[in-house]
């Protein structure tokens, strides 16, 4: 039997982009509002959850080890309530973290640190994607791994060795590390401290302390975080409200940008400093977006995003903004071939390991619609001529939905339509992006 052929679609330009759109909770908050709801006390109620393939892989493990999730049709709110940390139960199947790697991680600290034996699996993307970096402090605070080379899923990991908190200074740049940690030292008594070079996104610590947990930031003159953590802390449920996701409105805030005449309004859209770095290069690229109504919404600061067709010109970037719009570059990328001037993304190194290894695919798919691109180490050049590339191409998105959505946006504004050969993995984290985007007036079918 033949499998059927995947789900290929294209997008084609059309007229300016008008109207006003909310966009999907934040990714990173849901996955963090489901696991600390499923191991507290007491029900948490969620407003604003990212309902995706992503978070649906999160509620599917949390549920396995024995957390209740419900969702209200008519409030639309999410209830995580779970049986408390020391009393989740050892899962009896394979956990399928699907393609999200802020799940397997995350989970591999978690559960991993319970005094039970959990697996792991996850597809084929994820099967790539390096777990040595969280493999190396767990088994430094006693977890146990059985994993292949290199730390690939599937893997199986146990808690049932004596645990011991850690002192540790992050390799890489990466909240995820940060959070595989921390969550694993909720289950060990005494003080654990992560140390950040650089910041990265902060939403475990915010929600920890938002729980009960007793977590301090340390900030030094030099910029260096330690973060530090007590173990075994009582946790309560809570009320979270999550904000519109940045790394989402990333794709309508850019379509409209490249798009002479539009003018839409993104609403309630996080702007974290932490995950902000996309807005401050945009507009250092002569963007035209107000940030309008700031206000708080969940503990988080968010604003409505009014964005205008503008005359984009390149830029430099330097590695240091690199985490503060880690998941932004490919789309970043699609404005700097469609700006005037070279631009110039250095130091990303950790998109190689992403949902693909973004920064070639970048390269490969700008290049296959006419732009001149190239990679000089770690760097990422473009060189734009301050009007969309020629396009027609057909882009292979490598299950990555990152790629794929980037790819159709620019497809929105060249000569020739530019084809998704799949465009299934939108799913995993932006499922109605076709919806939304022609609602606003693009042409993606
Ligand atoms: C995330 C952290 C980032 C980001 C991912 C979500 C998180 O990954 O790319 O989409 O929710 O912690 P790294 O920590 O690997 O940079």
């Given at each position: 039997?033949?499998?059927?052929?995947?789900?290929?679609v294209?997008?084609?330009?059309?007229?300016?982009?008008?109207?006003?759109?909310l966009?999907?909770?934040?990714?990173?908050?849901?996955?963090?509002?489901i696991?600390?709801?499923?191991?507290?006390?007491?029900?948490?109620?969620?407003?604003?959850?990212?309902?995706?393939e992503?978070?649906?892989?999160?509620?599917a493990?949390?549920?396995a080890?024995?957390?209740?999730?419900?969702?209200?049709?008519?409030t639309?709110?999410?209830?995580?309530?779970?049986?408390?940390?020391e009393?989740?139960?050892?899962?009896?199947?394979?956990l399928?973290?699907?393609?999200?790697?802020?799940?397997?991680r995350?989970?591999?600290?978690l559960?991993?640190a319970?005094?039970?034996?959990?697996?792991?699996?996850?597809?084929?993307?994820l099967q790539?994607?390096?777990?040595?970096r969280?493999?190396?402090?767990?088994?430094?605070?006693?977890?146990?791994?059985?994993?292949?080379?290199?730390?690939?899923?599937p893997?199986a990991?146990?808690?049932?060795g004596?645990?011991?908190?850690?002192?540790?200074?992050?390799?890489?740049a990466?909240?995820?590390?940060?959070?595989?940690?921390l969550?694993?030292?909720?289950?060990?008594?005494?003080?654990?401290?992560?140390?950040?070079?650089?910041?990265?996104?902060?939403?475990?610590?915010?929600?920890?302390?938002?729980?009960?947990?007793?977590?301090?930031?340390?900030?030094?003159?030099?910029?260096?975080?330690?973060?530090?953590?007590?173990?075994?802390?009582?946790?309560?449920?809570?009320?979270?409200?999550?904000?519109?996701?940045?790394?989402?409105?990333?794709?309508?805030l850019?379509?409209?940008?490249?798009?002479?005449?539009?003018?839409?309004?993104?609403?309630?859209?996080?702007?974290?400093?932490?995950?902000?770095g996309?807005?401050?290069?945009?507009?250092?690229?002569?963007?035209?977006?107000?940030?309008?109504?700031?206000?708080?919404?969940?503990?988080?600061?968010?604003?409505?995003?009014?964005?205008?067709?503008?005359?984009?010109?390149?830029?430099?970037?330097?590695?240091?903004?690199?985490?503060?719009m880690?998941?932004?570059y490919?789309?970043?990328?699609?404005?700097?071939?469609?700006?005037?001037?070279?631009?110039?993304?250095?130091?990303?190194?950790?998109?190689?390991?992403?949902?693909?290894?973004?920064?070639?695919?970048?390269?490969?798919g700008l290049?296959?619609?006419?732009?001149?691109?190239?990679?000089?180490?770690?760097?990422?050049?473009?060189?734009?001529?301050?009007?969309?590339?020629?396009?027609g191409?057909?882009?292979?998105?490598a299950?990555?939905?990152?790629?794929?959505?980037?790819?159709?946006?620019?497809?929105?504004?060249?000569?020739?339509?530019?084809t998704?050969?799949?465009?299934?993995?939108?799913?995993?984290?932006?499922?109605?992006?076709i919806?939304?985007?022609?609602?606003?007036?693009?042409?993606?079918?």
């Amino acid at each position: 039997m033949t499998a059927p052929p995947p789900p290929s679609v294209r997008a084609r330009r059309g007229p300016p982009l008008s109207g006003t759109t909310l966009v999907p909770g934040d990714k990173s908050i849901s996955h963090r509002a489901i696991m600390l709801g499923g191991i507290a006390t007491g029900p948490t109620s969620i407003k604003g959850l990212l309902e995706s393939e992503d978070i649906a892989a999160t509620m599917a493990a949390l549920k396995a080890v024995g957390a209740s999730v419900r969702h209200d049709p008519q409030t639309q709110n999410w209830t995580v309530e779970g049986p408390g940390l020391e009393n989740l139960q050892e899962s009896d199947s394979v956990l399928n973290m699907g393609n999200s790697g802020t799940s397997a991680r995350l989970l591999i600290g978690l559960l991993g640190a319970r005094p039970m034996t959990s697996f792991f699996a996850g597809d084929a993307s994820l099967q790539k994607r390096p777990m040595g970096r969280v493999i190396e402090p767990l088994t430094q605070m006693g977890l146990t791994f059985m994993a292949r080379h290199q730390g690939r899923l599937p893997l199986a990991v146990c808690g049932k060795g004596p645990l011991r908190p850690i002192n540790y200074r992050l390799p890489v740049a990466s909240a995820q590390v940060k959070s595989a940690i921390l969550l694993a030292a909720l289950s060990i008594e005494g003080t654990s401290t992560v140390i950040e070079p650089i910041p990265t996104r902060d939403p475990t610590e915010r929600m920890l302390r938002a729980f009960g947990a007793d977590i301090h930031v340390e900030k030094t003159a030099a910029g260096t975080h330690a973060i530090h953590l007590q173990g075994r802390p009582k946790l309560t449920g809570q009320k979270i409200n999550v904000p519109g996701d940045i790394s989402a409105a990333a794709f309508p805030l850019v379509a409209a940008l490249l798009s002479e005449g539009s003018a839409i309004t993104l609403q309630n859209v996080g702007i974290n400093e932490r995950r902000a770095g996309l807005i401050t290069s945009l507009l250092e690229m002569g963007g035209n977006i107000a940030l309008e109504n700031k206000r708080t919404h969940g503990g988080e600061e968010v604003a409505d995003l009014h964005v205008k067709g503008s005359k984009l010109h390149g830029i430099t970037i330097e590695k240091e903004r690199a985490p503060s719009m880690i998941d932004e570059y490919p789309i970043l990328a699609m404005a700097a071939a469609c700006a005037k001037g070279t631009s110039r993304f250095k130091g990303l190194e950790e998109l190689r390991v992403k949902e693909s290894d973004r920064l070639t695919l970048v390269a490969a798919g700008l290049r296959q619609a006419g732009v001149d691109v190239a990679i000089e180490g770690d760097d990422l050049i473009i060189h734009g001529n301050g009007m969309p590339p020629k396009g027609g191409a057909l882009i292979n998105a490598a299950l990555d939905h990152r790629i794929a959505m980037s790819f159709l946006i620019l497809g929105m504004l060249t000569d020739q339509p530019i084809t998704i050969d799949d465009a299934s993995p939108i799913a995993t984290s932006f499922p109605n992006f076709i919806p939304l985007m022609t609602k606003l007036g693009g042409n993606i079918a």
